[in-house]
């Protein structure tokens, strides 16, 4: 009997083992998943000083169409700090929006997409000038 009583707690004892073995490799598997590469795409915009009040207002409309869109993930967008200056910053700017993607090829599918062209259509005559920086981050 007793050898019995050791050979089953023996064989629980490895199969909790075994058992406990793989809810370790189970989480160290989740934690390396849970990295990954987003990419941001970045916008900055100068309106045209000619605009109106209620026209520099509803550029804004533009990053609520922005928000729509397939395969944005992520829209934020607003004006410059007034944080105080310095020799690097550039606050000259009306808007800038950031955006997020999960992929390069999300990002520049959204590029072609004719709602996406069609918003840049409406408000392009509202800026002098924009610029674009697209990065890739590793979370």
């Known amino acids: 009997m007793e050898r019995r009583n050791f050979i089953i707690k023996s064989a629980s004892a490895g199969a909790l083992a075994l058992t406990g073995a793989k809810v370790l490799a189970n989480n160290t598997d989740e934690t390396e998943t849970k990295s990954k590469t987003v990419f941001f795409h ?16 509803d550029f804004k409309n533009f990053f609520e169409g922005l928000k729509k869109l ?6 934020r967008y607003g004006g410059p700090a007034n944080s105080s200056p310095r020799p690097v910053m550039d606050n000259s700017f009306t808007y800038n929006a950031s955006m997020e993607f999960d992929s390069l090829e999300d990002l520049e599918t959204y590029g072609k997409l004719d709602a996406h062209l069609a918003l ?5 005559p509202f800026f002098n000038k ?4 697209d990065s890739v981050y590793n979370q």
């Open 42 to 57: 970045y916008l900055l915009f100068w309106l045209k000083p000619e605009l109106t009040a209620e026209q520099v207002s």
């Open 70 to 75: 397939p395969y944005v993930k992520n829209v």
């Open 120 to 124: 840049v259509a409406k408000y392009k």
């Open 130 to 133: 924009m610029m674009v920086h």
